[in-house]
């Protein structure tokens, strides 16, 4: 049951990164790809 949990956590907190990750991808791209 606590390893459900745990495993929860884990894909929580990666997803929560790769939001992060994609963010600051967005970011960066300059302001031409966004028109």
């Known amino acids: ?3 459900m949990l745990n495993h929860q956590k884990l894909i929580e907190k990666r997803e929560r990164e790769r939001e992060r990750e994609r963010g600051r991808e ?5 302001i031409e790809y966004l028109a």
């Open 26 to 30: 967005r970011e960066a791209l300059p």
């Open 1 to 3: 049951m606590m390893d």
